[in-house]
């Protein structure tokens, strides 16, 4: 029987061993998508406890706490940070195959040095330990977390109308290294059919300085100024979380039409919302490729679920569902009308719902081209789906229908500066399926061939897509 967690966790052959602790174990990494607050980096927060770093904005850990069926006041509510905490792990003690289960313990190994594993008879060490650490070492500040583990780049998701006044100040700032890239998600500007629409289009007039956006050219003009301005202080990547990505026929000016109703209050047809989509996501996808920006589209997720709930707590508190949108044949014309002109960007395709891998990864085939190796990708195993049987299968599609080798690897997705512990997971999880490729005979034992490859989803090839 092998150890709990030891350095070779998850690590089932000899090969495994070799290449993560060789090549993948030590590598950089590169933060390319995820929910982090930029101010919290330049301000280099200090944690005053657990509680604070582990349990204050993670949906993740909410989840499972109350399929425990833990009282919502122990999660998001009035509880004592040390009560909260106990809860939790009241939870993860049965939740054994979770991922949390890995996840929660690898934090406590890499960053606080903590061998045993987190139960209810260890949660008291468990806790004063980590808060001493909080309070004293300088490696657990955010930017001393950020600088242990090796994190290269950090793209935050940021809204088209936000000043980005932490990035400037971060870019600013000579005694931090990690880049800190803000990227554009421009949702709100095109759900004309989800309730605050007319609203925002007001807030983003007021970030160009107008009065008011009277037409679609006109949405699209602001759009394009705030994305360079974002492009200006470094944006790598935008990012689209759409329920699904639309693509019908629509001219400007019936887009406009569609625009007048909306901001008339009348109601909109399916067709419709899809049409003024399509128009702004053309337009936008068009100067994605001009300004050399990676476009995410992320797909099929039901969120706010829970009507209850998101009246009394709002968005990102836990309450969202693995979607199922077959819009796999409009993501095809999209991404063909763009390549039809030579104007389709480098593009990033995650689907929430993991019936859609094998198409995802058929569909990126129609339109790589000699721009870029991997210029489209399926990306990494998103929200329900980084597990170990997740990411082992988004890797194994993209194995059988593309390249692995190409592939960008991971993303933390995240709101917690201790998730950089979910690349080492990711790590092991890719040199374990490698391995045991090579000891089955299924690839030759090629050093320097397995060195770029294991070295490349670890680090370089995100490294080269996002011009590091």
Known sequence: ??????????????????????????????????????????????FSNLHEAWLEADHYKWRLMRSNGIDESYITGEQTPFDCMKKYVEALEPSIGNPLYHWTNLELRKYFGYEGYLCSETVDAVWNLANRQLQEDENLTVRGLIAQSKVAMIGTTDDPIDSLEWHKKLADDPTFTTQVCPSFRPDNAINIGKAGFVAYIGKLAASVGKDALNSVEEICAALTERLEFFVSLGCRATDHGLDYIPYVECTMEQANAIYQKAIAGQSLTKDEIDGYQTVIMMHLAQNYHRLDIAMQLHYSCLRDMNQKRFEALGSNSGFDMVGQNDCIHAIAKFLSALDYTNQCPKTIIYSLDAGDYDRVCALIGCFQNSELAGKLQHGSGWWFNDTKTGMEAQMISLANL?????????????????????????????????????????????????????????FNNAARYFNL
Request: hydrophobic share 35%; with cysteine; proline share 3%.
């Open 1 to 46: 029987m092998k150890n709990f967690m030891d350095k070779d966790f998850l690590l089932k052959t000899e090969t495994a061993k070799h290449l993560f602790h060789t090549y993948a174990e030590n590598m950089p990494l590169v933060d390319y998508h995820c929910h982090i607050d930029p101010k919290e980096i330049y301000e280099n927060r200090r």
């Open 402 to 458: 593309s390249i692995l080798g190409n592939f960008v690897g991971m993303l933390t997705d995240s709101r917690s500066f201790l998730s950089y512990a979910r690349h080492d997971y990711f790590r092991r999880i890719m040199c374990n399926l490698i391995g045991q490729w090579v000891e089955d005979g299924e690839y030759p034992n090629d050093e320097k061939a397995l060195q770029k490859i294991v070295e490349g989803i670890s």
